[in-house]
């Protein structure tokens, strides 16, 4: 069975101060993508990054930036100088190839951004 | 590309009522759709997978009698809760895979369901 998880349920920071949302995930399969969704107020989710399980390259867009580690099975994101905008929900999730392609969430992370 | 809409984006209806969440691929055809509630403050809860002129599959613990989904075509998959009772209450989600088969899931700005 699959598992990914958020232990991080709420973080909080000031505006401008850098933030790291951590993502676990637990899968017996060797080929598998990791997900990061955004999801504001409004509810609709936002695709963040997708990252195939044999790239364990990290990878920087704007100020996101995410650190897949196959090793510590985590695949964790860090938004730099943090922006009021970035309050919202974010989930990781896990899909397996080959499969029904059925996404496992995690218990996903409130990020609150305070000006 | 890869535009998935969802009808109505609320409602409010009253219990012992029926309702019908309707989600459209608009640019792309989709082989698989999923739908997904989420009650405050939770995750995403997968209620089940559906393809196109095939029966849905339903993870365990949804009742597919109170939940009728119907994918009717490579664009249209609807989402009937039935005999809705104010713990039906939440907000649902649709999300579809390209036909081309990648694995990227494009997902619905959600229905958010409230009985009364």
């Known amino acids: 069975a699959q598992k990914v998880t958020q232990a991080q349920t709420e973080i909080s920071v000031v505006e401008k101060e850098d933030v790291t949302l951590d993502c676990v995930y637990e899968t017996r399969d060797t080929t598998y993508y990791l997900f990061w969704y955004k999801q504001p107020p409004s509810g609709e989710l936002v695709f963040l990054i997708r990252r195939n399980s044999f790239d364990e390259q990290n990878e920087i867009s704007g100020r996101y930036s995410w650190n897949f580690q196959k090793s510590t099975s985590s695949f964790n994101f860090t938004i730099t100088a943090s922006q009021v905008v970035d309050s919202a929900v974010y989930f990781c999730?896990?899909?397996?190839?080959?499969?029904?392609?059925?996404?496992?969430f995690g218990s996903g992370t409130q990020l609150t951004v305070l000006p | 590309g890869a535009v998935v809409s969802q009808h109505p984006s609320w409602v409010i209806c009253k219990s012992g009522t029926s309702v019908k969440i309707e989600c459209r691929s608009l640019d792309f055809q989709a082989t698989t759709m999923f739908w997904y509630r989420q009650f405050p403050k939770q995750s995403l809860m997968l209620m089940a997978t559906s393809n196109e002129g095939s029966k849905a599959t339903y993870e365990q613990g949804v009742e597919k009698d109170k939940f009728l989904i119907n994918h009717a075509s490579l664009t249209l998959s609807t989402l009937t809760v039935t005999s809705a009772h104010p713990e039906d209450s939440s907000f649902y989600i649709c999300?579809?895979?390209?036909?081309?088969?990648?694995?990227?899931?494009?997902f619905g700005p959600g229905t958010r369901l409230t009985v009364t």
């Open positions: 999730a896990l899909i397996k190839t080959g499969s029904a392609r059925q996404l496992t």
């Open positions: 999300s579809a895979t390209h036909v081309r088969g990648t694995y990227e899931q494009y």
